[in-house]
Structures are given as structure tokens and as C-alpha cells.
């Protein structure tokens, strides 16, 4: 088995032997696997002969997979694996998976089914690295703030851009879908810190004035997106992508017309993040 850097903070992962797909994973496969995710954030496992069930238990190594009830699944045993179809869904915005929710999903695990003829990239930002290239001075002033994520924000993004409308707004606000965060996370495995904001959910900071709030999230957001701190994983069927929501934001292009299917398992945290 070998791990392979792709850049700085995404890796490839080849040699785990999935077989007939009722094979039980190794313990080392499984250390191998969790190690190459702490350390680099983003890891693409080669596994076309996995099978769902083996997608269930990988997940199953790292805590609690999560059931959607907003979204299809594959059905009696498997309902915690989500069935994504471009047709239905998609995530062409900067985020992190649910993190509206008081334990939002640590861990994401996707595994390629169908790909159009081109496009349909998913694109990810390092929040360690982000954290770690702001200045001495900006570090200080974040470290100990808290920040509101908020469902009802995508529906506000909607509106916004002249799309969705009132009585969806409205519900998303009703759902009372929203949780604080600290801006500033410590990841428990790796030690490192990393600012945890997304202009998809991220509403506002507490304890600070509304123009203040606004223009650091601004600056955060942009600070965030800089080509430096991104990695753009371009699809092979097959591939297994897993990555940890704690440590990276992803954006699913939607630059393509094919039909683009995907099996997805996240895994909630216990507590906290």
C-alpha cells in the first residue's frame, strides 16, 4: 500500500484490496487510511471493487454514520449511505457539510459511481494552512471568538441572487437550524488549528458590531479562497474521496451536462466537532 502526495495538503491512497467486495478491511489498510486523513485533510483511496456495504464499514471505523432524511439511499441496511444525482443535488458553494448543526459530520466519504464527460471537479481550501498565514496580530484577535452557522443562509444566498422564495426562507429560518462554533478549531488528532467559517452558512460573529462582523467575515472568506490554499481533485469512477470536515471546505463544480453519480457516507461527532 502507498501513499502519494498530490499537493500540499491532498494525498492518493493505492493498494488496499477491496475483493469480492465482502472482504473485510485490514487493520492496517484502516490505520494506513485514518493516518493519511489527519495528516493531509483530503485523501482519493483507488477502490473501484468497493462496495457499499465496505463504504459502510470504513465509515464505521471512524464513528457514527449519519442518516439523511432529505436525501435517497440505497435501502434496507444501507440507509446511511445517500445516493447524490446532479439531476437532484448539488454543491457548487464553498462549505463545510452541515455545520448548522450543533456535532455537524466530521468525516465525508464519497465514492464516484458515474461522471459526466468532463467537469464536475470537487475543489478544496486547507483551513490549517488558511489559520496558520494569517498574521501574529490577526491570530490574537480571532482565537477566542464564536461564530452562528445558520441553515436559513443558503436560502438567504438564494434570495439574494433574485432565486428561491419567501415561503422557503421562511421555513428554513422556522427549522431553527443554527449552532455556535468557535471561528478558531483545534483538531483532536493532528493539534493543528484551522479558522472554521464558510460563506454558505456562516451568519455572523458574536460580541462583535454588525460592520465589524461583516468586514472580518469578508476578509476571512477572501483570505480563505486564495489559490494557495486549494486543491481541485479531478474524478476517476471509482475513486473513494474522503475528507475531514474539521480541517477543509469543498466546492462541487457544476461546469459539466452529464449525469454525475455519487455514494456518500458521513460520519457525526460525538460532541463538539
Not at 470504513?58 to 436525501?71: I, K, V
Not at 484577535?141 to 438567504?156: C, G, K, P, S
Request: glycine share 8%.
Amino acid at each position: 500500500m502507498t501513499v502519494t502526495r498530490l499537493n500540499a495538503f491532498g494525498a492518493r491512497v493505492d493498494g488496499i484490496d477491496f475483493g469480492d467486495g465482502t472482504t473485510a478491511l485490514q487493520n492496517g489498510d484502516l490505520a494506513t487510511i485514518e493516518k493519511a486523513l489527519y495528516d493531509y485533510g483530503v485523501i482519493c483511496v483507488t477502490a473501484v471493487a468497493m462496495s457499499p456495504a465496505q463504504h459502510l464499514a470504513l465509515a464505521r471505523h471512524f464513528g457514527t454514520p449519519e442518516h439523511h432524511t432529505f436525501f435517497p439511499n440505497l435501502g434496507a441496511g444501507l440507509e446511511t449511505v445517500t445516493l447524490l444525482d446532479s439531476e437532484r443535488d448539488r454543491s457548487n458553494m464553498w462549505h463545510a457539510d452541515e455545520s448548522f448543526l450543533e456535532h455537524p459530520p466530521i468525516i465525508t466519504m464519497t465514492h464516484a459511481q458515474q461522471l459526466p464527460g468532463y467537469g464536475g471537479d470537487t475543489l478544496f481550501i486547507d483551513l490549517h494552512a488558511a489559520h496558520d498565514a494569517l498574521s501574529p496580530q490577526m491570530k490574537t484577535y480571532v482565537a477566542d471568538l464564536t461564530v452562528m452557522h445558520d441553515l436559513a443562509m443558503i436560502a438567504e444566498h438564494s434570495w439574494a441572487r433574485g432565486g428561491g422564495d419567501a415561503d422557503r426562507l421562511i421555513q428554513m429560518l422556522q427549522s431553527g437550524k443554527r449552532a455556535r462554533h468557535p471561528l478558531v478549531v483545534m483538531h483532536p488528532h493532528n493539534g493543528r488549528k484551522a479558522v472554521w467559517v464558510n460563506e454558505t452558512y456562516t451568519r455572523h460573529i458574536e460580541g462583535l458590531q454588525a460592520l465589524e462582523a461583516k468586514t472580518l467575515l469578508q476578509f476571512m472568506y477572501q483570505h480563505v479562497q486564495k489559490p494557495e490554499f486549494q486543491y481541485r481533485h479531478r474524478w476517476q469512477v471509482g475513486d473513494l474521496l474522503i475528507w475531514d470536515n474539521r480541517s477543509v471546505l469543498h466546492y462541487a463544480a457544476f461546469d459539466y451536462t452529464d449525469r454525475r453519480i455519487m455514494h456518500r457516507v458521513s460520519v457525526l461527532a460525538s460532541c463538539g466537532l
